[in-house]
């Protein structure tokens, strides 16, 4: 298999991202302040997922990269996602 | 490849390829093969240790009260004993020392993908085993926890939990390092013609055996490091004073520590695989099934977690869940044991050591299997939850099962790695003393448990003390099978008859190079012809 082309990200595009992460880092702290109740950490974690894929898909380069890579590393983080789901069906209904 | 661009091909075995033979050439080697052999010492040399450790517990339960030791003692041992069993000897068992062996051969590589990762990995398993090890004997002494490390308690007692903790968190690392090597060495380094499909079985174990390595083993990682931190810092994580829950490290814990079962569990099943046909001389029935299922207990096993904490007040309707995904891993195990036992019917079966072993493990595993039905389901389990049942039960499945895979896998391809083999009368005798002794010791604690025995206590009721003596001396027969089957493997590996290439008329590629393979494992990259288990092929790529 040969190596994805190495591709460069145009600064315009960078920043914007980073002010996205920003907006996103305030949508944070104003779920914090809402009265949601348990939903109240749903919303914190679904902002967090939002923001690392961002992190993910462009800083690290994985939109770039090969088919299989990115499948194994989507497989990754379902996995990641079901154990935190699985968790939560505990305290939720405790 | 032409192969007139190549020197002549030179069979030097691997044992005396760099000329040295002093212990820098193997501590320092990056060859897989010699890594294997590192980790297999020294893998073996922990399971000894923990055996003994065993055998005492079951000393101190011979007769009610104090026998040899008080209950300090014994909480300490069953803890180190646990940890040990677990941590070190069975999770690095098979990818560790018959991984790093076999595969690369049997997918037709000359070496793993990261050879030096390889190596790393053995060191961080040393160095982590170093760390346990001073834990015992510095600070408050040994953990006395249980190999689970439960708050509150870990969170509070005086003995060197930190420490400890600390060392299976290094350990940790080696095995998340041979996962990423062993999912890339299966990816890329497969030889011509080695297809997914045409993959031997014990291959595809470890392939699914090293996603949960991967996936699983950061959050037991993770798990660790807080309990320091609720030891040193105080944080409060799972302390409800100071608005932390106590189940929520019970549910860290086993999210690894469920899927850590199957890091014990599938290689072995992937051994058992590899031996029943060879000795059935018939091709595995539902070759695909049996692949299949291997991934679909990795995934669906990553689920179950909970059934551990039916009684530690989860939510009912978590109980529920749990309980039913629990019985639904029972259904890609029990496809393996059928498809295992339709291999050999009708199978020109020859009962040599490694055959006696496979066959015991399907017997063994299905009564550690079935009796985690009763354990799995809720109304059950709190019924025998934390009695001598559940001891019974997981030896079945971790001894029984892959401890005795480990064995027959020991028989069966140590040779190859040695060149000469053991004798066969005495390997007999040995299997036969260990499976009458196993099933003494654990029938016994299982029939003590269902009475309402107690696990994790050094003293019990007068009532119990009969089948507790025989469980005693259960041990004692399998330690001195244990002993002889060592004593002849040992002898045959160092005096025995020399093998040929394919002492057991296996048709998979280690069988194919001369026992102990060259270096190089294969003069030249191997082209794939056939299947793994097409006999009438055996012999050739
Ligand atoms: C001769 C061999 C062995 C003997 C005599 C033995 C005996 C025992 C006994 C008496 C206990 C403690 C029971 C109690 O709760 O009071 C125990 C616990 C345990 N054993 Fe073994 N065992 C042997 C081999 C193994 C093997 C091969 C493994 C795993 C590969 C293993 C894993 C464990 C674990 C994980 C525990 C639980 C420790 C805890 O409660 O924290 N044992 N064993
Ligand atoms: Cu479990």
Redesign the interface.
């Known amino acids: ?1 040969t190596e994805a082309p190495h591709h460069i990200i145009s600064y315009t595009k960078l920043t914007a991202v980073w002010g996205l992460l920003l907006l996103l880092t305030g949508a944070t702290i104003l779920v914090t302040r809402l009265d949601l109740g348990p939903y109240k950490i749903l919303g914190a974690l679904t902002i967090a997922c939002v923001k690392s894929g961002l992190v993910i898909a462009v800083f690290m380069h994985m939109k770039y990269e090969e088919r ?1 890579l990115r499948i194994l590393l989507f497989v ?1 983080l379902v ?2 996602a ?2 935190i789901g ?2 939560f ?6 | 490849m032409n192969p007139s661009d190549h020197p002549p091909a030179v069979f030097t075995s691997f044992w005396n390829d760099t000329g040295k033979t002093g212990i820098t050439s193997w501590i320092f080697s990056t060859d897989h093969k010699r890594i294997g052999l590192l980790y297999f010492w020294s893998v073996l040399g922990f399971f000894l240790t923990a055996v003994l450790l065993g055998l005492l517990l079951r000393i101190e339960l011979m007769a009610p009260g104090r026998t040899i030791m008080g209950p300090e003692t014994y909480n300490a041992l069953f803890t180190v004993h646990g940890a040990i069993m677990v941590f070190l000897f069975i999770i690095p068992g098979f990818p560790g020392a018959f991984g790093n062996l076999v595969m690369p051969i049997q997918i037709g590589a000359r070496d793993v993908s990261f050879p030096r990762l390889n190596l790393f990995s053995w060191w961080l398993y040393m160095m982590g085993a170093a760390v346990i090890i001073i834990s015992l004997f510095t600070g408050g002494g040994p953990p006395d926890t249980g190999w689970t490390f439960y708050v509150p308690f870990s969170a509070r007692t005086g003995t060197n939990v930190s420490l400890a903790v600390f060392g299976v968190f290094i350990v940790g690392f080696s095995s998340i390092v041979t996962g990423v090597n062993f999912v890339t060495t299966i990816h890329r380094l497969r030889a011509p013609g080695m297809s997914w499909d045409r993959l031997p079985l014990f291959v595809w174990s470890l392939y699914a055996t090293a996603w949960v390595q991967i996936l699983a083993t950061p959050i037991l990682g993770i798990t660790l490091v807080l309990i320091i931190a609720e030891r040193v810092l105080g944080v409060g994580l799972f302390d409800p004073m100071k608005g932390g829950d106590p189940v929520m490290y019970q549910h860290l814990f086993w999210i690894y520590s469920h899927p850590a079962v199957y890091i014990m569990i599938l290689p072995a099943m992937g051994v058992i695989s590899e031996i029943i046909p060879v000795f059935s001389r018939k091709p595995v029935f539902g070759y695909k099934m049996i692949a299949f299922s291997s991934i679909a207990i990795a995934a669906a096993g990553s689920l179950v977690w909970g059934h551990h904490m039916f009684t530690s007040g989860m939510s009912d309707r978590a109980i529920l869940v749990f309980s039913f995904l629990t019985f639904v891993v029972a259904i890609p195990s029990a496809i393996k044991v059928f498809n295992w036992v339709s291999t050999l019917y009708r199978g020109s079966i020859s009962l040599e050591a490694p055959m006696l072993y496979a066959l015991s493990f399907i017997l063994l595993f299905s009564i550690g299997g079935l009796t985690g039905l009763i354990l799995g389901a809720a109304a059950t389990d709190i019924h025998v939850h934390d009695t001598h049942f559940v001891v019974g039960h997981f030896h079945y499945v971790i001894f029984g099962g892959s401890g005795f895979a480990l064995f027959g896998a020991m028989h069966y391809w140590l040779p190859k790695f040695y060149g000469r083999r053991y004798a066969e009368k005495p390997a007999l005798i040995a299997w036969g003393l260990m499976f009458v002794g196993f099933n003494i010791t654990y029938f016994s604690m299982m029939v003590l448990g269902m009475k309402g025995m107690p696990r994790r206590y050094y003293d019990y009721l007068p009532e119990f003390a009969p089948l507790n003596l025989v469980s005693t001396v259960g041990s004692w027969i399998l330690a001195v099978g244990l002993v002889l089957m060592l004593v002849n493997l040992i002898r045959g590996l160092r005096k025995g008859e020399p093998v040929g290439n394919n002492p057991w008329g296996g048709a998979t590629l280690e069988w194919t190079i001369p026992s102990p393979p060259p270096t190089e494992n294969f003069p030249e990259e191997p082209v794939v012809t056939h299947g793994p288990y097409d006999f009438s092929k055996a012999g050739t790529p």
Do not use: A, G, K
Request: hydrophobic share 60%.
């Open positions: 298999m299989l990754t996995t990641l079901i154990f699985f968790t069906f505990d305290v939720l209904y405790r």
